[in-house]
């Protein structure tokens, strides 16, 4: 009956299932169920599961009950859905934190507003920085050298936007910075509207 549902994405209910012996199963004869509802749950356009309602004796579903279970199963679906992709955000951001804290150049990114919102260890230890300390700041607020503040803002504030720019600083001690500054959008797909998202440095 479960596969039926999915397959035809549609209600199945079945208010008596002693005399549909082909769709009991051995667990439900046990149980003692008798009646049941099957309602297809809905996320994003597709189903993700079956809300199943069952009653204990022969049972007519009202088309009342039916319109509410239709709405709780929706309801459902959507919060089972939105916690799978919570889930998966979740994984997905521990594993680029571990590859940006792995990596052995600095990486700092900030918010389409110019707001830092990542730096990983390598930022912390070249630039002598806490994240703690930095996150959330606007970049022209941020404690860099300003050399270097100052070729990021440039490089951010670039009409085009289609590659990488680089720049270089040199500083007062001799050190040597290289820096490659990026637009990061919401859609990778070049066909569409892409939304900027901000910038990784």
Known sequence: MSGLAVRNDELVVTNNLVDVSQLAVP??????????????????G??????SVMHHQAYEFADEEVTVLRAIADQV???????????STKEQSSRLEALLDSSGDAIIATDNYGRINLLNSTAEQLFDLREDDIIGLPLRSAPLHPRLRSGLRRAMAEDDDS?????????EDGRFLSAIV???YAHQDPESDRTPEGWVM
């Open 27 to 44: 667990e439900f004869a046990d149980e003692q169920v008798q009646a049941m509802a099957l309602i297809p749950m809905h996320a994003r």
């Open 46 to 51: 597709r189903v993700v599961g079956i809300l």
């Open 77 to 87: 679906g959507v919060a089972l859905d939105n916690a799978r992709l919570y889930e």
């Open 163 to 171: 590659c990488n720019t680089t720049f270089e600083v040199t500083l």
């Open 182 to 184: 990026s637009r990061v």
